[in-house]
């Protein structure tokens, strides 16, 4: 029965589900998007409708973009706090029913013909539920409650390797299912009618069978000793019954108060952050239109198993993590994660041809250790009760980063598409190698708050 509950408290069911939504879902969007604008033009000149048809799309997502950015400011944090205080699945289920109305608006369009603008109400709609904003800082809380120190960076990678596992098979499906699957002739029925159902059956299973688990490891790093230790410190580096301690009990059940954060640490996780997002968010909201022109040109096939490329990072990312947690510190993995996808974002600005591609996907295979590793360092300085508010402001700050950052590499990406269009590309590798200043600046620190706890114990 206790085997029994600790599995209701899983939140792979979900993060899997509502991935393979998403991937069905991106992949029907941007071919629909692609068709309507291709119709709306049909009576250009060939060589004018691959320009027209480009800026038309980059047109469409810089307002979609907008809308499904801004639109979950009004609400993200007051439905965060509300779960901290009442549930924490409010954080999962509300935002999960915005995706369910809002998709079922993209079926709707495609077998009544509606004008594209009606998905700009549909991205409103799942930003005021709390888009994803909410709901990735719903599902990273719970995984850190379900977690002890020396476990949380592996335990929330496994999370978003649940994610990108999904994302990759939704991906591979989601090209052919568009191509051969649909209803009189009105592509993408199917797919995303499929969406729907992912969407449906991850809001019933968060509504009904998601269980909250029970805060584990909440307290900022003692040792087992009674003095503070390195909270970076790599697990191969500390005594056996230091690597227990801090998931036994809470810090007042051992009548210690708790340590306060440093507010320079945490800033600087948060501009590291943010500054890595904007190279992430700046490269692919563009790399989707790259691929589309020439001399690529790829159709909705190439597209899935691009997309699905992009995915095997999760499963790269996660093996990084699990090796590189026992002897590396989290900053150091940050910093490995980081120059992997600068170095591969760089290469993609040169690609001519689709091998390139796929060699600059494989040099990103630690792109996404940052994020998780920078919230799992959150994590540790903060209480338990606050890690809903603390993800929810920095998926808060990477939302609004991702708006300001879509809108700019979306419009500079047009006006070079004559010039050369890998340059959003090389703008992406300069301010991920500016991410890596704030975060060695927080691995200073903690040497130097280590050292100083260490003579102050003696």
Not at 394 to 422: E, P, R
Request: charged letters at 15%; hydrophobic letters at 50%.
């Amino acid at each position: 029965m206790v085997g029994g509950m600790a599995v209701r408290t899983w939140i792979e069911p979900v993060v899997a589900g509502a991935q393979v939504a998403s991937s069905f879902y991106d992949t029907g969007l941007l071919l629909v998007v692609k068709n309507y604008y291709n119709r709306t033009n049909s009576t250009s000149p060939a060589h004018v409708l691959e320009d027209l048809q480009q800026k038309a799309v980059s047109d469409f997502y810089i307002i979609y973009n907008l809308v499904l950015g801004l639109s979950p400011l009004l609400t993200a944090y007051g439905l965060t706090k509300l779960g901290d205080k009442k549930n924490r699945k409010i954080t999962i289920c509300l935002p999960l029913l915005g995706y369910l109305v809002s998709r079922s608006l993209l079926l709707l369009l495609i077998l009544l013909e509606w004008p594209i603008e009606v998905m700009y109400g549909a991205a409103a709609l799942n930003g005021l539920t709390g888009g994803f904003t909410t709901y990735w800082a719903g599902v990273m809380a719970l995984g850190a409650l379900g977690s002890s120190e020396h476990r949380r960076s592996l335990r929330l990678i496994v999370i978003e390797l649940t994610y990108g596992m999904a994302g990759f098979l939704g991906s591979i499906a989601s090209g052919h299912i568009f191509v051969h699957s649909h209803i009189s002739y009105r592509h993408g029925t199917v797919l995303v009618a499929s969406s729907i159902a992912f969407y449906a059956f991850c809001f019933l299973y968060s509504f009904f069978v998601l269980k909250v688990p029970t805060p584990e490891g909440t307290c900022p790093a003692y040792t087992a000793h009674g003095k503070l230790k390195d909270i970076d410190q790599p697990d191969s580096q500390l005594p056996e019954d230091e690597r227990t301690a801090g998931s036994s009990g809470s810090c007042e059940d051992e009548g210690r108060g708790p340590l306060a954060p440093s507010k320079l640490i945490i800033a600087m996780l948060f501009v590291g952050a943010v500054l890595y997002d904007l190279a992430v968010v700046g490269a692919m909201d563009v790399l989707p239109l790259f691929l589309l022109k020439k001399p690529l040109s790829w159709g909705p096939v190439e597209i899935g198993y691009g997309n699905a490329a992009g995915y095997m990072i999760f499963i790269t990312s996660f093996l990084g993590v699990f090796v590189f947690s026992k002897y590396l510190r989290d900053t150091t993995m940050i910093i490995i994660g980081i120059l992997s996808f600068s170095v591969g974002i760089l290469i993609m600005a040169f690609v001519r041809w689709t091998f390139l591609f796929y060699v600059a996907r494989a040099i990103m295979l630690f792109a996404l250790i940052p994020l998780p590793t920078i919230r799992s360092l959150l994590s540790k300085h903060v209480q338990g009760s606050s890690y809903g508010k603390v993800f929810v402001l920095l998926q808060l700050s990477l939302v609004i980063t991702g708006v300001v950052t879509s809108t700019a590499f979306n419009k500079i990406y047009q006006n070079i598409l004559d010039w050369f269009s890998g340059f959003c590309f090389i703008l992406s590798c300069v301010a991920g190698c500016l991410s890596i200043i704030p975060i060695s600046i927080v691995a200073y620190k903690q040497r130097s708050r280590s050292g100083s706890f260490e003579i102050l114990a003696e």
